[in-house]
Structures are given as structure tokens and as C-alpha cells.
């Protein structure tokens, strides 16, 4: 990728992108002091569909229920209220529970992709382990795993990759995964609230406090 070729050559920790239109921080002190900086905010600008052409209406609702509802993008209670929902599924101990299954699904990919002698490691390995790591700590039945990935990488298009500029296409499988997950994971969430396991879902849907229980967009947007 240009983006990538572009960090390679250059020493710069922060510096204005022309290809993304933004600026990009890559020093670990110099990302820490601006995360921690009260004085500065996220401010995206709205997407087109092409160059030159004026913001999309559509690409906007997209990227303001993302603002609304995105933990790396709150400040002050809102981001407080979002990290303590949160933070039972990064706590040590949970994290040590997936730990195995997590490997064995790595070998599975890598073992998958060893007969051709070839992989592209990021959309091949990396991207779907991501992928199926959140729906086990969900608690994604197997049964919904395909569909779940299928809806995730339809969301993916437009929000793995920062660009000025989202296509029609990728716009309009971003609003079909964004609404077929929020489907998905509201039938997971009915049954969790019916039928608690040991997963984040039911973490999340059974909060004894309603008042900080997530909405279904919170949830979906933060997976």
C-alpha cells in the first residue's frame, strides 16, 4: 500500500497525510500525550463517494452513529461509561480463557492457507482472526460464525481502512452489514437476557444498573 511505503521512508512521528487527509501520529510518547490531551477531539470529515464531489448524506449518518457511539472516539462520560461495560472482556482472567481457543484458530488459518505456498497475511490470517475472536468472546454460536464474518467484513470495507472518500458500493454493504449485525446481535442479546452464559453479550445485556446497559448500535459499532 502507498500508505504503508510512505511510513516505511519517512521519520516523521507525526505528520499530515495527503493520500488520507489527516494527520497520522506513530510515536508510542507522542500517541500517548495526544490521547491524554483534554483539548483534543476527533473531527472527521464527511466522506464522499469520489473526489471532487460534495460529502455524501448517506456516508454521514454512517460516520456519525460511529462518533456517537465508538469508545476510542468519546471523551468524559461517555467513554467511561462504554470502557467499564467493556472491560470485563479484557480482564486477565478472560482473556487467559480464550487464549487456547484463539491459537487453535490461528493454526487453523495458517494450516489452511500452507497447501498453496502463499499467504497474504493481513486479509488472509490476521483479518479473520480478529474476526473470530470477537464472535467467541460474543458468544457467537457456530452456527452463526459465517454470518456473523460475512456482515463484519461487509462493515470492514469502509471503517478497516481510513480513506476521504467511501465508494457507493462499499457504502452500501457498510449500511447492509452495520443493519444485518445489529439484527444478529439483538436475537443473541433476547437470548442472553433469557439464558446468561459466560460471554460479553450476556456481560453486556444483563448489567444490574439499566441505566448503563448498552443500546444494540453501542454494542454493534464497538465490536
Known amino acids: ?94 482473556v487467559d480463557r480464550l487464549g487456547p481457543r484463539i491459537t487453535t484458530m490461528a493454526r487453523n488459518l495458517v494450516d489452511a492457507r500452507a497447501a498453496t505456498g502463499q499467504v497474504e497475511v493481513l486479509d488472509e490470517i490476521a483479518a479473520p482472526l480478529v474476526r473470530m475472536t470477537v464472535a467467541t468472546a460474543l458468544g457467537v454460536p457456530e452456527q452463526d460464525r459465517e454470518e456473523f464474518d460475512t456482515l463484519a467484513r461487509k462493515i470492514s470495507k469502509i471503517f478497516l481502512y481510513s480513506t476521504p472518500h467511501w465508494s ?8 447492509t452489514g452495520m443493519a444485518g449485525l445489529t439484527a444478529l446481535v439483538g436475537r443473541l442479546a433476547d437470548d442472553r437476557r433469557a439464558q446468561p452464559r459466560d460471554d460479553l453479550i450476556s456481560t453486556l445485556v444483563n448489567d444490574p444498573d439499566p441505566a448503563q446497559a448498552l443500546s444494540m448500535e453501542e454494542i454493534v459499532v464497538n465490536l
Open 1 to 94: 500500500m502507498a500508505i504503508e511505503a510512505d511510513l516505511r521512508q519517512r521519520g516523521d512521528r507525526l505528520y499530515f497525510s495527503t493520500d488520507l487527509e489527516e494527520w497520522v501520529v506513530t510515536g508510542h510518547s507522542e500517541m500517548v500525550t495526544m490521547l491524554k490531551h483534554s483539548d483534543i477531539r476527533v473531527v472527521s470529515p464527511i466522506p464522499s463517494t469520489a473526489p471532487g464531489q460534495q460529502p455524501d448524506p448517506r456516508a454521514e449518518a454512517l460516520l456519525r452513529k460511529l462518533e456517537a457511539h465508538e469508545l476510542l472516539l468519546l471523551d468524559g462520560p461517555g467513554h467511561r461509561r462504554l470502557r467499564r461495560a467493556l472491560a470485563p472482556a479484557f480482564l486477565p482472567a478472560a
Open 168 to 175: 457507493p458500493d462499499a457504502l452500501t454493504q457498510a449500511e
